[in-house]
């Protein structure tokens, strides 16, 4: 031991303190940051307008965060770069004030800008937009659910289109797409990857606007009552292995089959070399629709080329199970069953349609003016018509596109085809230089149908042709990691009779419905289908009906009921389901054995309407600048009359008299009903300005057409108390074009 009372020893206590005190600094450092450490992976709750800026794991909950109502902001910000935001299976809902699934608003959340972000294990609902992002590269979107958001509430109905209902997807320059809403909006990001993520009873699933370089697989798009993926100026993207079934509307089976523009998979402007690759797209309004674009329609340059179809299925579509036009692709190893059209070429060029097995299609391959188009390979089983091919004698005047461009229907290879039991084969018309060889036909009733302005069919072998058949390689398939298979369990669903629409459209098999089979049927004699899971049911009440053939069951079932005739109708038939968990058309979740109440509803109230049409010079009297219908001091006789009980029409180039075709006229309808007392919504559709009075009061007033920017025919209603006998009237413009007039009243129960 040092003696103290030596020098020097006080120096050596004095360093055996900083050696005793230096283990201690190091363990309150290493304590510091383990506190630091710890505090970071905090799971953070999510609260209404935070930013993320680092990864974070969020707190798993419940979360109900109103968006705000800019589409510019969003309940939660992502901003920054090399970051993994693990929502943990947070759910968020938005709107939760409202009711319907066209009143929700708002982001979700919004991603600005940066690289390599992750975002997975979310959940949304309730809003217009569950997730945008804009100038971020490298984003991956996975393991989310962004199901029952945004949907419009259709109007067509199972006995009648509106045409209120259609879509235009034309323009998305500057965001337009987005009043349609979507699961995710997408734009300007490159090399994007969303896999394993569903979407289901909203509008669209994934729109893109200037992505490249992406990859979409794994996910689940499907019944949804617009788009499932839409692609605008996107380029060598992938997209395979997704189920995308059911993006329908616009289809009454049996009825009316239009698909107003609805989707699995849109591709439009300028859309380059993407690879599509055995994707189920079944039941869906188109099951691909590529439009060049207006750039291609005015120039005739470009198009939505060199983009690569492959293996999937484009089976029960209303219109085409593939539309491709004004474009040059590759179609290959598809399957186009029970379609309008298989495929609907127009205007197509050097496209390649091989290896297809079309059946019961009313056309399998329709192409007007294409050029260049080689059809070999393919199956076509009991087709009404395999191949339709033709032009028309002229195109439409100052059309950009025929300036530039040859729009003749010529220059067809048809060979190594295998045709059995179509009515048609060949239907030719306005078509030149075609090579047809090597053939197989049996069962058809006529082979080929041709007129005089065919010319240069070639039947003769080609050697070369049939050589370079023999050896072409494959299309390399892309390599996916753990691919699903999307077409499992299709078989249930096969045939397009399992498309039912309704208000919210396309019903999804998870909760039950009774649904009418014969709703223009004029016999009193109603029939109706019981579909849903394994369950019981029995009707609680009904109205307008009797003489019902069953009050209780088990599902599947089929009942009729006779209509009670009256002045008007209004019937309801309300059921009560027992039985399996379900899933309403809303998304709640009903457990199994909790009672579940769905109906059946139709109301229809006549107004003795007496309409006048009317046709002047627009140029001498502007109804819309001077918002008088008629012009003053001027006595009009009128081009045609008609008295009806309600006002459904739609006019395609004009209204059409016996004096000949008018574009442009006035509407003029006066009517009365006597109406049971209660609450109704009276609702009008229109192109180009109408204004309704009840009673001699303006309650609809829409008279200035340059408010509605979009090629639609807009939808507006208005909510009235009424009760006794009212009078209506409807003043209605059309200047030129598309025109359209409707009115419907509904009773709110």
């Not at 195109?395 to 010529?410: E, L, M």
């Not at 003053?632 to 009359?641: A, D, E």
Request: charged share 25%; glycine share 8%; proline share 4%.
């Amino acid at each position: 031991m040092p003696d103290a009372s030596k020098p020097g020893a006080s120096k050596i206590k004095m360093m055996t303190k900083k050696i005793i005190l230096l283990p201690l600094v190091i363990l309150a450092v290493v304590t510091f940051y383990a506190q630091v450490r710890k505090v970071s992976t905090l799971e953070k709750p999510l609260v209404k307008g935070m930013k993320i800026t680092r990864s974070e794991k969020i707190k798993k909950q419940e979360y109900r965060l109103d968006a705000f109502p800019s589409m510019d902001a969003a309940a939660v910000v992502i901003e920054g770069s090399n970051m993994t935001v693990d929502f943990n299976h947070a759910v968020m809902k938005g709107s939760n004030a409202k009711k319907n699934p066209d009143e929700f608003f708002g982001v979700a959340v919004l991603i600005k800008g940066g690289k390599n972000i992750t975002i997975r294990n979310l959940k949304v609902n309730g809003y217009k937009v569950a997730v945008r992002a804009a100038n971020t590269e490298n984003l991956t979107i996975e393991n989310c659910d962004f199901s029952y958001n945004y949907r419009q509430h259709l109007k067509s109905t199972q006995d009648k289109e509106d045409v209120s209902d259609w879509l235009s997807h034309h323009q998305n320059e500057k965001d337009e797409w987005l009043r349609y809403g979507a699961a995710i909006y997408l734009r300007m990001c490159d090399s994007v990857l969303i896999r394993n993520t569903k979407v289901t009873g909203g509008q669209n699933a994934l729109m893109m606007t200037e992505c490249d370089y992406g990859k979409i697989y794994n996910n689940d798009f499907s019944f949804n009552s617009g788009i499932g993926i839409g692609m605008y100026r996107c380029s060598f993207n992938t997209v395979a292995h997704n189920k995308i079934n059911f993006n329908v509307r616009g289809y009454s089976h049996g009825v009316y089959h239009r698909g107003q523009d609805s989707a699995g998979i849109l591709v439009y402007e300028q859309c380059n070399s993407n690879l599509f690759y055995k994707n189920s797209v079944t039941h869906s309004g188109d099951g691909f629709f590529l439009w060049a674009g207006q750039t291609t329609m005015d120039s005739g340059i470009g198009g939505c080329n060199d983009n690569v179809l492959f293996g999937n299925d484009f089976s029960y579509a209303p219109t085409n199970g593939v539309e491709v036009t004004f474009s040059r692709n590759v179609i290959t190893g598809n399957r186009m069953y029970e379609c309008d059209h298989g495929i609907w070429g127009g205007y197509s060029f050097n496209t390649i349609i091989s290896d297809n097995v079309f059946r019961d299609n009313h056309i399998a391959i329709a192409i007007e003016h294409g050029q260049e188009n080689e059809i070999h390979h393919n199956i076509f089983l009991k087709d009404k018509e395999a191949i339709r091919l033709w032009a028309r004698k002229e195109q439409p005047a100052g059309w950009g596109y025929a300036k530039f461009r040859d729009t003749r229907s010529r220059d067809y290879i048809i060979a190594s085809n295998n045709f059995t039991g179509n009515r048609l084969v060949l239907n030719l018309g306005r078509t030149e230089k075609l090579k047809v060889f090597e053939n197989i036909y049996s069962g058809y009733e006529e082979l080929f149908k041709i007129d005089s302005t065919v010319s240069g069919l070639d039947t003769t072998w080609h050697d070369e042709i049939s050589l370079r058949y023999a050896t072409d390689s494959t299309v390399p398939a892309p390599v996916i990691p753990s691919p699903q298979d999307p077409f499992k369990g299709n078989v249930s669903f096969a045939g397009r009779k399992n498309i039912l629409i309704s208000e919210w459209g396309p019903y999804d098999f998870r909760s039950p419905i009774i649904w009418n089979t014969n709703p223009t049927d004029t016999s009193p004699v109603m029939k109706f289908d019981l579909p849903g899971p394994k369950g019981k049911w029995k009707i609680k009440r009904f109205k307008g009906v009797e003489n019902i053939s069953a009050m209780n069951g088990e599902f599947p079932a089929t009942i009729t009921a006779t209509k009670i005739a009256g002045s008007h109708t209004e019937i309801l038939i309300e059921l009560e389901y027992t039985g399996a968990a379900i899933t309403t058309p809303f998304g709640q979740h009903i457990s199994a054995g909790k009672p579940y109440l769905f109906s059946f509803k139709k109301f229809f109230q006549p107004i003795h309407f007496e309409v006048v049409w009317y046709a002047y010079d627009f140029a001498m009297h502007d109804p819309i600048t001077t918002g008088q219908l008629l012009p003053p001091n001027v006595r009009l006789r009128p081009i045609k009359t008609e008295n009806v009980n309600k006002l459904d029409y739609a006019w395609w180039g004009g209204i059409k008299t016996e004096e000949g075709e008018f574009k442009q006229f006035v509407t003029l309808a006066n009517g009365s009903a006597e109406i049971e007392k209660g609450n109704y919504e009276l609702g009008v559709t229109w192109d180009d300005a109408v204004r309704v009075y009840v009673d001699g009061k303006l309650v609809i007033d829409e008279w200035n057409p340059s408010l509605y920017k979009f090629d639609e025919s807009p939808h507006k209603t208005v909510k009235l108390q009424l009760g006794g006998k009212h009078f209506f009237t409807v003043e209605h413009v059309e200047k030129g074009g598309f025109a359209t007039l409707g009115l419907k009243l509904k009773k709110l129960l």
